[in-house]
């Protein structure tokens, strides 16, 4: 049996109603308001020792847009915890499966008075295979701490947008 599919004016008149429904219940964007981009944008991000530390200012200059040829409002400055965990053990009692948790400490400066205006924490965890060559060990156990890095920035960029947006909790 053949059914008939809906035509583009019926799909679009339905986007539009739902757009609308939407608009009515107060509904905004969080990168709408120029203040967030604007404030995302004046941050300069000081990377904390280690590989974890430049990983995550990596992603969050990205994230955040920063533009080194502006001068900076706020300063993030921030302390990284990393563990490793032996998650699976083979019957000759080495790990081939290890967990990565990585916790970034943080806190948002005003460049001109020095104060805290914002602190915060973000957590992640990544899991990876160990590989009984040493090159491969390295490899997953890179990868691992990039994909925790990675997640850790986005939790970052996502709590600062949301205060300079007027929506974070106290």
Not at 53 to 64: M, V
Not at 144 to 161: C, F, H, N, S, Y
Request: proline share 4%.
């Amino acid at each position: 049996m053949k059914r008939a599919l809906p035509s583009k004016a019926l799909v679009s008149g339905l986007l539009v109603a739902g757009a609308l429904a939407l608009s009515a219940c107060g509904f905004t964007p969080l990168y709408g308001p120029q203040s967030v981009v604007k404030g995302l944008s004046g941050i300069e991000v000081v990377a904390a020792d280690g590989r974890a530390g430049f990983l995550i200012r990596e992603q969050l200059d990205d994230a955040l847009a920063h533009d080194p040829n502006v001068l900076p409002t706020y300063k993030l400055v921030y302390t990284i915890t990393e563990h490793r965990y032996a998650r699976g053990v083979r019957v000759d009692n080495v790990a081939n499966r290890y967990e990565l948790a990585l916790t970034a400490n943080w806190r948002l400066l005003d460049i001109k008075t020095g104060q805290q205006v914002r602190a915060g924490s973000a957590y992640a965890t990544a899991t990876y295979d160990s590989a009984d060559q040493p090159y491969a060990a390295v490899s997953a156990q890179q990868d691992g701490q990039e994909r925790a890095a990675t997640e850790v920035a986005r939790k970052i960029q996502l709590d600062l947008a949301a205060w300079f947006a007027g929506k974070a909790p106290a």
